[in-house]
Nanobody, 114 residues
Framework: QVQLVESGGGLVQAGGSLRLSCAAS????????MGWYRQAPGKQRELVAA???????NYADSVKGRFTISSDNAKDTVYLQMNSLKPEDTAVYYC????????WGQGTQVTVSS
């Protein structure tokens, strides 16, 4: 099991940046994969970025070149650096960890104004 706590969301103007953090209650090097998902109103939850225990990363096409996922094993935290934000990035962002099954955080709201 793991508990995940997201932080760092907020309101930002288009073109701005935010960094989301996901603090885990266990050592993240023992977690197979962690990722960030987002869900906008009226839309399905979608994968934004993922990172595996060996450091491999994967991004949705819509965020490639703008978002970067990273991890800090010493802090048991995964980050999502979001640059050049667009209004269409507005959503609730969720952290997810895979340990046999998926575990989810409570989400953090990101709002990008035009």
């Amino acid at each position: 099991q793991v508990q995940l706590v997201e932080s760092g969301g907020g309101l930002v103007q288009a073109g701005g940046s935010l960094r989301l953090s996901c603090a885990a209650s266990r050592r993240i090097f023992s977690i197979n994969a962690m990722g960030w998902y987002r869900q906008a109103p009226g839309k399905q939850r979608e994968l934004v970025a993922a990172i595996t225990s060996d450091g491999s990363t994967n991004y949705a096409d819509s965020v490639k070149g703008r978002f970067t996922i990273s991890s800090d094993n010493a802090k048991d935290t995964v980050y999502l650096q979001m640059n050049s934000l667009k209004p269409e990035d507005t959503a609730v962002y969720y952290c997810m960890a895979v340990i046999g099954r998926g575990y989810w955080g409570q989400g953090t709201q990101v709002t990008v104004s035009s």
